[in-house]
């Protein structure tokens, strides 16, 4: 509903806030920044009125974001269900997300690239795998393709195949073998990186064969 503003009132909880009444009754809250321009005595129409809420609930929703984001860099697809939880409505949510991309806060692109750049120095993982981690988050096919046009897998892999090999050291090279494989094969790396990487830690380590006399 419209009508006369009759009183503004800043909020006890948070002086960031103010609290508008109408014709002597609450009608809604805003930062205090964005009432800069009302006035006591203003009349506002009804359109007015849900115009002011709305542009509220997007600044609400935007410095959620905005923490949410403090962490680490997030995906738009997680800012997205993070808002949904908080029960904003959609358009709200997506102008919120116009204006964290304007802003450079969000790109999936560098988000993406950042995931493979720390999976690959702290938990070495296969393109498969990080693949769907990332469409987990809501990564477009094409953006995580580029995201990982550069990714050297061997490299990988044999990080992984080391750190996994120091607790297979008693198998024989059957055991061993089958065992790394399936470990690799697990997070992400397909049969020829294995193979290739598996053969020459066997050769490195000089794991003998069980069937050897």
């Known amino acids: 509903m419209g009508g006369t503003i009759t009183a503004i009132e800043v909020q006890k909880r948070n002086t960031e806030r103010v609290n508008i009444y109408l014709d002597g009754q609450f009608a809604f809250a805003m930062e205090m920044i964005a009432a800069s321009h009302l006035r006591k005595g203003q009349v506002l129409s009804v359109e007015e009125v849900e115009k002011l809420r709305g542009e509220d609930n997007v600044a609400k929703a935007y410095d959620r974001a905005i923490r949410y984001l403090a962490s680490r860099p997030r995906s738009a697809q997680e800012v997205r269900r993070k808002l949904q939880t908080a029960d904003f409505n959609p358009e709200v949510i997506e102008a919120v997300i116009d204006r964290l991309e304007d802003m450079n806060y969000l790109d999936d692109l560098a988000f993406a690239q950042m995931w493979v750049r720390d999976r690959s120095q702290f938990n070495p993982r296969g393109p498969m795998a990080l693949r769907a981690e ?77 069937n050897e006399e």
């Open 134 to 210: 990332l469409r987990t988050k809501g990564i477009t096919d094409t953006t995580i393709d580029v995201a990982l046009t550069d990714l050297d897998v061997i490299p990988l892999a044999m990080a992984a195949a080391e750190q996994k090999s120091r607790s297979l050291r008693a198998a024989d090279q059957h055991s061993f073998r089958r065992k790394l494989s399936s470990y690799l094969a697990r997070r992400g790396f397909d049969f020829e990186t294995i193979s290739t990487v598996v053969d020459s830690l066997i050769e490195s380590m000089d794991i003998e064969d069980s």
